[in-house]
């Protein structure tokens, strides 16, 4: 039951191939630090690689190439199959929203000549990861006339930073006897954005300061933050990682490494699949897959009936045939085993970097639940996928029994009835500002799920 290594299958020219794919991924991280963002450059990649927004085509035939975007945060991405829809799509479908803070309504103030913006977290994150790091803020401000501005701050090497301060070592005798999940309360996540007066204003000078910085580079007012979608990230691009180059640090590979894997494979293919091929990129995962661009909404269901309609093949019943007749990679990342924090680890069942390709067939928590427990049958399928496709891969899942879990949004396409399976990346530091992924397995990851469109 010992799976292999990747990187020892790899000859001197596909290794290159492995670096090389590592730097095309490290340049789609950088461009997309958000779901906005990275919906955004999904879909500049798309168009020029032949895709059309659904809403401009009026009639679909094999081998068209289609996009949705659902309100700027979720994508989707179809190649219509040579096989009736009715038989059932292979799909492959991630997440695009990453663990973070994000601004409060009203978040500006003023304390003791600094100037703060309040922040709430989104997601499961280590409060305490999040102090004393170089921050940049990105984001939209909708104004009551319509315009949307776009706000990045941070990023360029001559931008400003932001941050969050930490005690200093020397008074924090009461600090460090605190438990970690309250040595940093939430509302201690207060960004620090401006220390400088301004010098006619009595009352909050400092913030008065910030206010007319906002309103002469994005002609905000401060009321303006009331309909603003600002994300507190980390600032800075990713990195090669480890002295061999065989990892990548970077913010967000939870998951936009398998949403880039799966639009990578998708572009991979030239001719007309058999089966109609979706790649679905989500918002809200880290919160629950609520609102109108989480997977629990409707998108992904309602695009599959307009495409039934513009290849004139839609029924209500032929939908749901679609529907349960589908095959999915629920592709979202694996909790990298971290021989630092062996004991948490069961290790015949641990996704190791740089093995490949991860298939969790379950995920939940104390005794599986909340968990899509993929069927024995569809994973036997897989195996075969895979080995035709020359693919490593690995299984696993995630952490000791009782020690803690998580879920993806693999439960929500089962309902539907159709057949899902978890895989994806192993994550070293996952949900932490900077974490670390092999490029190993990256490169598997499009291989598998190249392989499974084609094939499944
Ligand atoms: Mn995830
Ligand atoms: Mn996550």
Known sequence: MERVNAWTTYKKREEKKVMDLGKAYRAFLDSGKTERECARETIRRAEKAGYVGLEKVEALKAGDRVYVNTMGKAVQLYIIGSEPLEKGLNIVGAHIDS???DLKQNPLYEDTDLAYLDTHYYGGIKKYQWVTLPL??????AKKDGTVVDVVIGEDEEDPVVGISDLLIHLSATQMDKKASVVIEGEALDVIVGGKPQKDVEKEPVKAAILAILKEKYGMEEEDFLSAEIEVVPAGKSRDFGLDRSMIIGYGHDDRVCAYAEIEAMFRITDTPKYTCCCILADKEEIGSVGATGMRARYFENTVAE?????????????RRAMTNSRMLSCDVSAGYDPAYAGMFEKKNAAYLGKGVCFNKYTGSRGKSGSNDANAEFMGKLRAVMEAGKVVYQTAELGKVDQGGGGTIA???ALYGMNV??????VLSMHAPWEII?????YEAVKAYHAFLLNA
């Open 307 to 319: 495409i039934m309609d513009k290849t004139g093949e839609y029924s209500e019943l032929k939908l």
């Open 99 to 101: 663990p973070r803070m």
């Open 411 to 413: 439960y929500i396409c």
């Open 421 to 426: 399976i978890d895989s994806g990346v192993a």
């Open 438 to 442: 092999s490029k190993a397995d990256l």
């Open 136 to 141: 940049a803020l990105h984001g939209v401000v």
